[in-house]
């Protein structure tokens, strides 16, 4: 007794009697332990004053709920603090109610007048995430709150708010389906967003709520084919499905003609089908029909809308993402001409290096393609070759494949595979590939005695299994030619002692029984020996062995008669009811009796009527009638929410009804005038060849504003704007001449290839506008019409070449002054020699050497410093006054002694690129020091990194001794600080060469407000910042050091201070003391934001700040500005 009260001391429980004892055991601890206990510290640390303690408190519940535990019962606690100050414990709660609102109805209903007033918070994040915890309330009370906070959502100013009103829409919908109408309208419009962030999550709303209303796509179709590209990738998914059945339902099938001809040359006849001919007469009045509807119809032209989306989603192909690469297969396979489908097999073989479970959807759907296009995969027959590391499931799928695949010319080599797969310790893949050669043999006559030979080579197999299956298919393959292959009934009769497996036998009897006359001797024997093991067979065996007495008693009665008797007797007994009532049928209809019906005179009709061999089919074949890539696919069984893939319409509909409408202006003001006179008359010479009238109509607009209004145009609606526009101007080139249109046509290809270039930017609108204005006042007063009016992309065009060619008009007239031109002009009225752009200096000089004029020259210092805070993006003044050219550094390409007298140098002059706005111009300075002249200068063997290009300077075809010559050439570096390597050439000899920029060069100036600056600079926070903190070097501690310092190691221009009135000459105010220095660009690749901070402080301290969207570039950028200002 004492030992036990010891023992109970030590657990910790009391030894009294009625009291419950609690165990203390150290692995209870916390999981185990009482609910009032749980999440205290948790509760208090949300309880708390502190929000780094609260901050702390969220991680630890968000942590929670990331593992799947339970954090329900903290739902009062974290409530409390969802109008907490601080933004990021903010964002943690919304993530947690998002959780459990649904859950927690009524606690989260008592906080939705913050949730409202969340929906009006200044941080798209938190407008977002309150918007996603009310839509996660399942209320209906709060319905018409939640409508309304949608409705509000989709017009924000931000995309990301707008794509979370998008996401809500579907559960709004599923809550109360009656607000249908209302939904749509929100979907019609959000569908015109013009941002690739909502375009997705709409076309997804728009799936779920109304996918019958394809009228709400026509308008928006050509956009989302353009957007496309750019979408992410959960988006294109979306997006490819929904257009491959608009299309389905828009577009006339690409294969008509084709299917037509396939039809009207039906050579095979149906299985079932009489082999006696019909009347000949017929045939030839049917095929008389069928040429005469083929006359009928028109040859078939692709719409050029069911191009564009071909054309479109062709790229991603080289998805990342297998569904992207999926969902383009399936449209390509369901939309695309014959001729066209092939590019899909190979981005399909690519995704079979995938994880397996991608790999089974993939071959799935491609073994319902090889069913109807066999021609596409063929090329890649090796590819589906099994592995030994294959999943099982992958393995009957590859050779269900290779099955498909099978014709003539390979099936040498398949078969050949396939008696290795027969050596697998896979049993099901075993049986599945002596499947797979007994299809190929139904299919291919010419291996047919082949396949049997060695299927009956099997049946000697070890394994059951193998003879088993090798059994079952040469049954159905003895079908097709019975009296030809007696001797393998024979040999197979043999087996019965053998195969154990209950199909193998059944199949067995079965042929024995229905070719009975073909081996007369053995039958008998084999029933007998059945007779004997009746009892102990399976039931499917049983029943064959019934059947096989049957036949026998009707056809060789006197040996048999007794044994039939026999088996029926006792199958009379039988346990299972199938096989008695087969026995009692049977004998009522093979043994005459007085009783015996009308049908026993027919018993030998019965059981020995010729049947037709099977028909080995893929079960892949009717699959192609679902959506390929789609769960009802993978399913074979119609999915809950299916759609159904429509059929092609018999006549095309309306194209028109994809044309999107532009108002045609009334006032045509005077600049539209001079505009039109300008296309007219080019100013390049016959003699320059093409180039001319492509470039010439937008001359000025290429070199001085692509950069800036080209990109923007694009990038906000991706193209949409811009064919707008141009639609809109097509009504108005009917007037003008055959000349005019062809100039126009090349000029919206130019367009087009810029825009498939460029990415979506939100914000790019605006700068166009501030530009805009900016450029007005410093051109004449002329360029103040009635501006509003203009649609905005013609407005910004005609802007920009007009007041380029008004700033050219000055700077020509110094240019005059100090020097004539080399060559007389070609005259033509004094109007047009005064609009002359840069482009056409090439009319005046042999080579188009754009030289940088040392400003210093004729501008005081002063002027420089003011200069430099102007916005000066066009590109005649932006290099003169932004890189004056003490700026500009020389770098040395190729040293006089290794180039043998022949030295190279170049620097980055800071000029837009006329040919290419995306590049960055490289000036290069050949001098010739040796004895000789050196010919034919130019470049080969351009090696460079994905993405980047280059634009070769002209050949120069002479540089004699002791001469220098300058070219141009420009390098696209997409954005990035990679060298591009090259081989300089002369006619003797190749010099390897590498251009690498400084990061500082790979930006453009743009001009912006303070007031625009501090709006960017606030969307660029968190990881797009980056801070440092410096001393100012001795030199560099005046505002002029500080912007000469900062401009020369990037191209930026410098932000103006306070002022709006930016042109007109301001009274310098009183200097703060301790002034703030803004400068700001745009990346020339991709034009992301470049803004860069100097906050000076006492004693020549500051604080350098980097906002850029690009982290690398931003990173690099930093580490060179901080250089230049200590040092």
């Not at 941002?195 to 209303?213: H, K, Q």
């Not at 030199?1035 to 190691?1049: G, L, P």
Request: glycine content about 4%; charged content about 30%; aromatic content about 6%.
């Amino acid at each position: 007794m004492s030992d036990r009260s010891a023992f109970n001391d030590e657990k910790g429980g009391s030894s009294s009697v009625g009291e419950p004892e609690y165990g203390h055991d150290p692995a209870s601890g916390g999981i185990f332990s009482s609910d009032y206990k749980r999440h205290d510290d948790l509760k208090e640390m949300l309880d708390s004053n502190k929000d780094s303690l609260k901050l702390e408190a969220m991680k630890r519940i968000v942590a929670m709920i990331a593992r799947g535990k339970n954090a329900s019962d903290l739902f009062p606690a974290v409530v409390k603090n969802v109008a907490c100050k601080n933004i990021e414990v903010k964002k943690l709660v919304y993530v947690y109610l998002v959780r459990y609102a649904e859950e927690q109805q009524d606690l989260a209903l008592l906080s939705i007048s913050t949730f409202q007033r969340g929906l009006k918070d200044p941080n798209q994040l938190i407008r977002a995430s309150a918007l996603r915890v009310l839509s996660s309330i399942r209320v209906t009370i709060i319905v018409p709150i939640m409508m309304l906070a949608i409705k509000e959502a989709a017009s924000d100013m931000s995309p990301y708010v707008r794509k979370t009103a998008a996401h809500a829409i579907p559960k709004l919908y599923s809550l109360d389906p009656e607000q249908k109408d209302q939904l749509i309208e929100v979907i019609e419009k959000l569908l015109a967003d013009k941002t690739t962030l909502v375009a997705g999550s709409v076309v997804m709303a728009f799936e779920e709520v109304c996918p019958e209303r394809i009228d709400l796509i026509h308008k928006n179709y050509r956009k989302l084919c353009n957007l496309l590209i750019d979408v992410e990738e959960w988006g294109q998914v979306v997006i490819i499905n929904m257009l491959t059945r608009y299309a389905r339902t828009q577009f006339l099938n690409p294969n008509i003609n084709e299917s037509l001809l396939e039809e009207g040359g039906g050579g095979e006849k149906t299985f079932y089908g009489s082999d006696e001919d019909e009347d000949e007469d017929e045939e030839e009045k049917e095929k008389k029909a069928e040429a005469a509807v083929m006359a009928k119809r028109k040859p078939y032209v692709m719409d050029p809308d069911h191009r564009l989306l071909l054309r479109n989603t062709k790229p991603l192909l080289q998805s990342r993402n297998a569904a992207v690469v999926m969902a383009v297969a399936q449209l390509y396979f369901h939309l695309a001409p014959k001729a066209e489908v092939g590019v899909i097999a190979k981005a399909l073989v690519r995704l079979l290096r995938s994880h397996s479970e991608v790999q089974f959807v993939v071959l799935q759907n491609v073994a319902t393609m090889t069913i109807k296009r066999r021609g596409m995969f063929e090329p890649y027959l090796k590819s589906f070759y099994i592995r030994s590391t294959d999943p099982t499931q992958i393995k009957v799928l590859k050779l269900e494949v290779l099955t498909n695949l099978a014709n003539e010319t390979n099936i040498s080599t398949i078969l050949r595979e396939f008696q290795t797969y027969i050596k697998s310790m896979d049993k099901d893949f075993v049986a599945a590939t002596i499947q797979a050669i007994g299809r190929c043999a139904t299919n291919i006559g010419e291996v047919r005695d082949t396949c049997l030979n060695g299927l009956v080579q099997l049946l000697s197999n070890r394994d059951e299994l193998v003879v088993a299956e090798s059994v079952v298919v040469i049954k159905k393959l003895l079908q097709m030619q019975p009296e030809k292959h007696s001797d393998i009934i024979k040999h197979m009769a043999k087996l019965t002692d053998n195969i154990q497996v209950p199909m193998a036998r059944a199949s067995i009897l079965w042929l024995i029984g229905e070719y009975c006359e073909h081996v007369p001797k053995i039958a008998p024997d084999v029933l007998r020996k059945m007779a004997k093991s009746f009892t102990n067979e399976e039931d499917i065996v049983k029943l064959q062995i019934i059947n096989l007495a049957a036949k026998l008693y009707l056809t060789n009665s006197k040996q048999t008669k007794l044994l039939t008797q026999y088996v029926l007797n006792l199958a009379k007994y039988d346990q299972n009811y199938d096989i008695r009532d087969r026995a009692r049928f049977i004998r009522q209809l093979i043994v005459p009796t007085e009783k015996s019906g009308a049908l026993s005179k027919y018993a030998k009709k019965l059981f020995l009527a010729l049947k037709p061999a099977p028909v080995l089919e893929s079960p892949f074949k009717d699959r192609d009638h679902f959506q390929l890539g789609s769960l009802s696919h993978l399913l074979n069984a119609k999915a809950g929410g299916y759609q159904e893939l429509p059929d092609w319409p018999e006549a095309a509909p309306d194209p028109s009804v994809r044309n999107v409408e532009v108002p045609e202006w009334t006032k045509c003001s005077s600049r539209e005038k001079r505009k039109e006179k300008k296309v007219e008359k080019p100013f390049y010479s016959d003699s320059e060849g093409e180039s001319g009238p492509t470039e010439s109509a937008d001359s000025e607009s290429d070199s001085a504003s692509d950069s800036e209004s080209a990109s923007a145009s694009e990038e906000s609606g991706s193209g949409s704007e811009s064919e707008e526009s141009e639609e809109g101007s097509e009504s108005e080139e009917e007037e003008e001449d055959e000349e005019e249109k062809e100039k126009k046509k090349k000029k919206k290809e130019f367009k087009k290839a810029a825009q498939e270039s460029e990415s979506e930017q939100s914000s790019e609108e605006e700068e166009r506008k501030h530009e805009r204005k900016s450029k007005q006042r410093k051109s004449d007063s002329e360029s103040e019409s009635d501006e509003e009016d203009e649609s905005e992309s013609e407005s910004s065009q005609s802007e920009s070449e007009d007041s380029e060619s008004e700033t050219e008009v000055k700077k020509k007239k110094k240019a005059a002054e100090s020097k004539p031109p080399s060559k007389p002009v070609k005259k033509e009225s004094k109007k047009e020699k005064k609009e002359m752009s840069l482009l056409d200096l090439d009319d005046f000089e042999p080579a188009p050497s754009p030289q940088v004029t040392p400003v210093n020259s004729f501008l005081s210092n002063s002027l420089v410093t003011d200069l430099e805070g102007l916005s000066l993006s066009d590109a005649v003044l932006s290099p003169a006054t932004i890189a004056p050219s003490s700026a500009l550094k020389n770098y040395e390409l190729l040293h006089r002694i290794t180039g043998e007298g022949l030295s190279v140098e170049y620097c980055f002059s800071r000029q837009p690129f006329s040919p290419d706005a995306n590049m960055v111009a490289v000036q290069m300075q050949f001098t010739n020091n040796a004895t000789s002249d050196t010919k034919n200068l130019h470049i080969e063997d351009v090696k460079l990194q994905s993405g980047m290009r280059v634009k070769e300077f002209p050949e120069i075809e002479l540089l004699p001794a002791g001469e220098t010559a300058t070219a141009v050439m420009g390098i696209d570096f997409c954005d990035s600080t990679q060298a591009a390597n090259f081989q300089l050439c002369t006619h003797t000899r190749k010099f390897f060469v590498s251009i690498q920029p400084p990061v500082g060069e790979l930006m453009k100036p743009v001009f912006l407000t303070e007031n625009e600056f501090k709006k960017e600079q606030g969307q660029l926070m968190g990881m797009n910042e980056i801070t440092e903190k410096l001393t100012l070097d001795v030199n560099c501690r005046d505002e002029h050091a500080i912007v000469q310092r900062v401009t020369a190691a990037a191209n930026l221009s410098r932000v103006p201070c306070g002022s709006d009135k930016e042109c007109s000459p301001p009274v310098p105010p009183p200097p703060p003391d301790h002034p703030v220095h803004r400068f700001a660009g745009r990346t020339v690749t991709s034009g992301s934001l470049v803004l860069v901070t100097v906050a000076t402080k006492e004693e020549g301290a500051a604080q350098l700040t980097v906002n850029c969207e690009k982290m690398v570039i931003g990173t690099m950028l930093v580490k060179d500005i901080l250089l230049a200002l200590t040092q």
